[in-house]
């Protein structure tokens, strides 16, 4: 049985670590770098690094801030943000990075996955979906958004997340926008049903307030990994307590000690 992940996310906009409610009024929580190093050091299993406007603004990935953050650790880091190419991710992963987070790209030009995937590898390749509720013909259902959540697709979820594996995608981080931010759990529904219709690993993102949301996704929803930002970044939890929390709810975590440079 695969050890459930626990992925403290940096979010990036100008250089620094920012958290907001519903991909919005960002608040700033810390220089990346030295997050990165507190984290790795407190026992993280991975990084995610995403500069949250680079789709939007058109802008490139800051690629010297991924260097300086990879110099720092010896986790699994993964990056995001403005991502268009197979260019791109070339250099992303020549600057330190071990995995590469496709969001708008990919549902834009879905062929850059399978290019991606030959190319690289799958275990290299993540493919980010951001999602809101919506109700289709009476049913429950998930709509994908891009551009940072500021485009609507009309397309659900569910069918992206199942094409994106048939594309090559190692894995999904599946962002809840309805519950980002809000420190009220992640949306086990949109969790689970995209868990269910996969066989690669779903990353749980979106809503964390406290080490029993963690316990919930992983137990009641199936998924591989979690994704959280506010608890961390602002100290509330260390890894640690969320472990030890998530181990006594019958969750496989590694607990051995983690290395930095």
């Known amino acids: 049985m695969l050890t459930c992940r626990i992925i403290p996310c940096l979010d990036i906009k100008d250089g620094r670590v920012v958290k907001g409610v519903n991909f919005l009024n960002l608040v700033d929580a810390g220089d990346p770098v030295e997050n990165a190093r507190f984290y790795a050091e407190e026992g993280a299993d991975e990084l995610c690094f995403l500069d949250i406007t680079a789709s939007s603004d058109r802008r490139a990935t800051v690629r010297d801030l991924v260097r300086r ?23 992303i992963l020549h600057s330190g990075a071990d995995k590469v987070s496709i969001n708008t790209a990919a549902f834009e030009k879905p062929e850059i996955l399978e290019e991606c995937a030959r190319r690289f590898g799958s275990q290299c390749i993540v493919c980010a979906i951001d999602a809101r509720r919506r109700t289709r013909d009476g049913n429950l259902d998930f709509e994908v958004f891009l551009h940072g959540g500021r485009t609507g697709t009309g397309v659900s979820a569910l069918t992206w997340a199942q094409e994106a594996q048939n594309r090559g995608a190692g894995e ?31 990353i749980a993102s979106g809503g964390v307030g406290e080490p029993e949301h963690l316990l919930r996704a992983a137990r009641e929803a199936g998924a591989d990994a979690l994704l959280a930002a506010s608890i961390f970044h602002f100290r509330e939890y260390s890894i640690s307590q969320v472990k030890d929390i998530l181990a006594r709810g019958g969750v496989l975590v590694r607990q051995e000690e983690s290395w930095t440079t």
């Open 172 to 202: 999904i981080l599946l962002t809840s926008m309805d519950r980002d931010g809000t420190r009220a759990g992640y949306d086990l529904e949109l969790t689970r049903m995209v868990r269910e219709r996969l066989h690669i690993p779903v």
């Open 69 to 91: 953050v990879a110099e720092e650790i010896f986790i699994p880091f993964t990056v995001g943000g403005g991502i268009r190419s197979v260019q791109d991710v070339d250099a």
